[in-house]
């Protein structure tokens, strides 16, 4: 995968969340210039491709979990946690919610939190603040990469220009596959890399490294 020799490239790190249960399923996304690629990898190479970075579960299948009731949000949560354990090797702790909009809410992250194994869960709801964040089941990433490339290399800047007195976190999510959507998307995140890439006064982590 181009994105996993960037980062290494580059010395950073990524938690990449796996529907365990479409693992190995192809397919293509319609976009506005034709469409893209949208491979699963088969389970046999995951914890190799994977290696140095984490893990962590995004549900079975990908449904809105907001309309499941509680016994099918455990069963997506936790299974597919347990099955990415399996496939890596270690025990798998984190997630993102599935789908767009609000695909998250309290019923939700309490259900989680209290019958499954996960210790941390990602929205896609972006936020301003670099400061660390209370409530890791409702986790709010800051910047929506390529897609949103203006605002990645603005908020860049200011993340390495800061000289904070207490602890700070830049969070970047995306879709690797998205990064196909146009022929300048790749440059543009290796723009970013190097900007971000290198500080001595930064930890670069993966989820759970950095957020537990």
């Excluded at 994105?3 to 938690?15: A, F, P, R, W």
């Excluded at 990645?152 to 970047?172: A, D, S």
Aim: one cysteine or more.
């Amino acid at each position: 995968m181009h994105l996993i020799e960037l980062l290494n490239k580059y010395g950073l790190k990524c938690t990449f969340n796996l529907n365990s249960e479409l693992l190995g399923k192809g397919g293509c996304m319609p976009v506005a210039t034709g469409k893209v690629a949208h491979y699963k990898l088969p389970p046999s190479d995951v914890r190799a491709v994977y290696e140095g970075h984490e893990v962590a579960a995004h549900t079975l299948t990908h449904p809105l979990l907001t309309k499941l009731d509680e016994a099918e949000i455990i069963r997506q949560v936790e299974q597919d946690r347990l099955n990415l354990s399996d496939l890596m090797g270690y025990e798998v702790i984190g997630m993102a919610y599935p789908c767009g909009g609000e695909n998250n809410d309290d019923r939700v992250a309490d259900i989680i939190q209290n019958h499954t194994g996960i210790r941390y869960a990602r929205t896609i709801q972006n936020t301003d603040s670099f400061d660390v964040q209370e409530n890791l089941y409702r986790f709010n990433p800051n910047v929506y990469h390529v897609l949103e490339y203006d605002r990645l290399m603005e908020m860049g800047r200011r993340f390495v220009e800061l000289k904070p007195e207490k602890p700070q976190i830049f969070y970047i999510w995306g879709h690797a596959y998205e990064m196909d959507y146009h022929s300048d998307d790749w440059a543009k995140l290796e723009e970013f890399l190097k900007l971000i890439a290198g500080h001595d006064d930064i930890f670069y982590g993966t989820n759970r490294e950095v957020l537990l």
